[in-house]
């Protein structure tokens, strides 16, 4: 019997046709529009990682290398996180996880407070990195908990469609961190003028942690859960194909996404180009992470008429084709080939989550969610590959690293159907 807090597969479902299909219940929409609001938070956490790493070369005159620290710290966390983070949600259920990872979220951000009391410039930014770890522990949990349960409030056909219009607003976070930061890390700002935002984000988490501990969110199934309960009947998780190298593709996306976004203010900005600090943010904030929510909310609305692996396959073909064109040419045709790797990348995650999780019980899904982020740390290896292949060769050749990765999502799409 289903009940307020529990929806099941039984529960009658009319969403097929709508807009945004999901399941109906009680709370079901609230839920989702909280979800949600998450998505924009870690969106919002991410893109701030990119200025930061910027002004701390700047204001600390370390090279790309050190300052890749900064987005070390927070993939490794992710790695690190993830199992834990699995077991939370498969134990005490989506609604704990999300308690958990925003919790961690605010204490990391609120660990920026005490290091403005150390003298020593380098140390503060060592200290920094400690709080980075801990902020990328809770988005950990926050992803594992809500990038499945975006997939599973309502029918299997729409999980797709749900979770890129979710990311959607993951995307909007991408816009307005790098405007945020323009304003905060101007030209001229001191470490200890990254505290205050850091401090205010910690208290905005934790008002946010609140709320979700008095709303209930719904335990959701899925049509595979009665076959799961059944050992005769269950397949391993890694007999999963799709899920088995959803796993080694998704890892690969944000290593391509992390890279691409760590170097873009640094290439627009190189003397090949010439491209001011300033402008650069900018056009990282409106141009480039305006066509990744564009291209996440086009991607949704593509996917109740095209096969979400299908878009995912000519998505990755544009993006390798663009980040081709950087490699060949450089300069400011590179950088126009840029927008178009932003535009095309945009639905790549979600759609690779969706597609990884695609025919599993609720149980697995749980337990595959952790697995996939985990894969998110390599974001943490990325950077460090094409800040020494810049440094030596170039900037324009350290997008070899992202061609790489787009080329193997390409083949993940194309062969998607043999893998089931």
């Avoid at 992803?143 to 999980?159: F, H, I, M, Q, R």
């Avoid at 979400?308 to 060949?328: K, M, P």
């Avoid at 945009?346 to 996939?372: E, N, V």
Wanted: a positive charge; hydrophobic letters at 50%.
């Amino acid at each position: 019997m289903p009940t307020n807090n529990h929806i099941t597969k039984d529960t009658p479902n009319k969403s097929i046709h709508s807009p945004l299909p999901l399941e109906r219940g009680k709370g079901v929409r609230l839920t989702f529009l909280l979800i949600t609001i998450l998505f924009f938070m870690w969106g919002f956490a991410h893109s701030m990682l990119d200025v930061l790493n910027k002004h701390f070369q700047v204001s600390l005159n370390i090279s790309m290398t050190q300052a890749a620290l900064v987005q070390n710290a927070v993939y490794g966390g992710y790695f690190l996180m993830a199992i834990p983070a699995g077991k939370i949600i498969s134990r005490f259920g989506y609604r704990a996880g999300v308690l958990t990872g925003l919790v961690l979220f605010s204490l990391g951000a609120l660990l920026f407070v005490p290091s403005s009391l150390l003298s020593n410039p380098l140390l503060t930014f060592y200290f920094f990195v400690f709080s980075l770890f801990v902020i990328g522990c809770g988005l950990t949990c926050l992803e594992t908990s809500a990038n499945p349960y975006a997939t599973v409030l309502g029918d299997k056909e729409g999980a797709e469609r749900r979770i890129n219009f979710a990311q959607s607003f993951n995307g909007l976070g991408w816009i307005l961190g790098p405007l945020i930061g323009l304003f905060l890390f101007r030209e001229g700002a001191e470490n200890n003028d990254v505290v205050i935002p850091y401090a205010v984000i910690g208290v905005i988490v934790l008002i946010m942690a609140t709320v979700f501990s008095r709303v209930p969110l719904p335990e959701v199934g899925t049509e595979n859960d009665a076959t799961e309960e059944d050992p005769q009947k269950v397949r391993s998780l890694w007999q999963h194909r799709n899920f088995k190298f959803g796993i080694l593709v998704l890892m690969l996306y944000v290593a391509a996404q992390t890279g691409v976004n760590s170097f873009f203010i640094n290439y627009t900005t190189d003397p090949a180009v010439g491209i001011s600090t300033t402008t650069a943010t900018l056009l990282l904030a409106f141009g480039c992470m305006g066509l990744f929510m564009v291209g996440r909310l086009c991607g949704s609305w593509l996917m109740s008429r095209i096969r979400a692996e299908r878009i995912l396959t000519f998505c990755a073909l544009g993006a390798t084709l663009a980040t081709f064109l950087i490699l060949l040419t450089g300069g400011m045709i590179g950088t126009v080939a840029l927008f178009f790797v932003y535009l095309f990348e945009s639905i790549m995650f979600p759609t690779i989550f969706a597609l990884s999780i695609r025919g599993l019980g609720s149980k697995q899904t749980k337990q595959a969610s952790s697995y996939l982020i985990m894969s998110i740390v390599g974001g943490a290896v990325a950077p460090t590959i094409m800040a020494f292949i810049g440094e030596h060769s170039g900037l324009a050749q350290a997008f070899i690293v992202p061609l790489i990765c787009y080329i193997a999502i390409l083949l993940y799409g194309m062969k998607y159907k043999t893998l089931k």
